[in-house]
């Protein structure tokens, strides 16, 4: 059996927290008659081989060389493991994931799950992601989606996509301190590629106002400094919430920071709840599962 891990407490932490609102939410789902009409669905979009060894380092970059961090690049996978373990489990589990070795480890997953409708897609997350989310009839189905990429794979524009199927809960790992924090340059506004890719994770080139500012004071000859860095993780992490809440109808407002052994964050576990009816409860579970 290969493994494909990355390794941490921190990844524990995210694992834990995960499983725990998937078994409130199926919970829920088979205590309600009427939601139990609805079929339920269990994505993980950045799979691996759903099998967990701390032993192992992945060799895996992150979106842009130089940003990867060493203990980023060791998280725990075992997201896919951990669902599937779920009673009562969800009605299908899909799991996606590009490197076709770890594919075909998920696929021996069937194995040890016979009864589970399990369905691996090797290729890219971003790509059936949307075409999933456009092409279901989101009346008679609900989801939980995982999106836990390395970096920065996971566009806005995904994240948009899956709001607006208001049925779909979110589960993100936002790469705050791996990329995000990384790419806002504290001498001035970051190079013109680096902001187009802010653009993209943010959906909106606002990040600038909010995280830039002009030098309170003048230099020796009257002379304006260049733009100065704002942003430090706290205002980095209310800025995605507040994004967050303008396309989702429940957002955790507690994201957990994840940290290496330096005390620095790497990534920020967030909760965003799609369904209006459901919103206030699932983000009311998702904040005190949130909670240190």
């Known amino acids: 059996m290969s493994a494909h891990e990355f ?53 895996q970059t992150l979106w842009l060389d130089g940003l990867d961090d060493p203990e980023a690049e060791v998280f725990l996978r075992g997201s896919a493991r951990i669902a599937l373990e779920l009673e009562p489990s969800f009605g299908n589990y899909l799991f996606i994931e590009r490197d076709p070795n770890h594919a075909a480890e998920l696929r021996k997953l069937q194995a040890d799950f016979p009864s589970t409708a399990i369905t691996v897609i090797e290729g890219e997350a971003s790509s059936f992601l949307t075409e999933w989310c456009r092409t279901t009839d989101w009346r008679k189905n609900r989801a939980v989606v995982f999106l836990d990429p390395y970096g920065m794979q996971v566009d806005w524009s995904l994240i948009e996509t899956i709001a607006q199927t208001r049925a779909i809960d979110l589960w993100l790992l936002f790469p705050i301190g791996v990329a995000v924090n990384r790419l806002l340059t504290t001498s001035g506004p970051p190079p013109e590629e680096w902001a187009q890719a802010l653009d993209r994770i943010f959906g909106t080139p606002k990040w600038r106002d909010e995280f830039y500012a002009p030098p309170r004071n003048l230099n020796l000859f009257g002379e304006e400094e260049p733009l100065e860095k704002r942003a430090d993780f706290d205002r980095i992490s209310r800025f995605f919430v507040k994004r967050l ?48």
């Open 7 to 59: 390794g941490g407490d921190w990844t524990q932490e995210k694992l834990l927290r995960l499983r725990k609102y998937l078994s409130a939410y199926m919970t829920i789902f088979t205590a309600n008659p009427k939601a139990r009409t609805l079929t339920t669905t269990y994505m993980d979009a950045f799979a691996g081989t759903g099998y967990r060894n701390p032993r192992i380092k992945d060799t």
């Open 245 to 292: 809440r303008t396309i989702f109808a429940g957002v955790a407002d507690n994201p957990l920071p994840l940290y290496n052994s330096k005390s620095t964050p790497l990534y920020l576990l967030c909760f965003a709840a799609g369904n209006p009816r459901g919103a206030t409860t699932a983000q009311r579970i998702a904040q005190d599962i949130l909670r240190r």
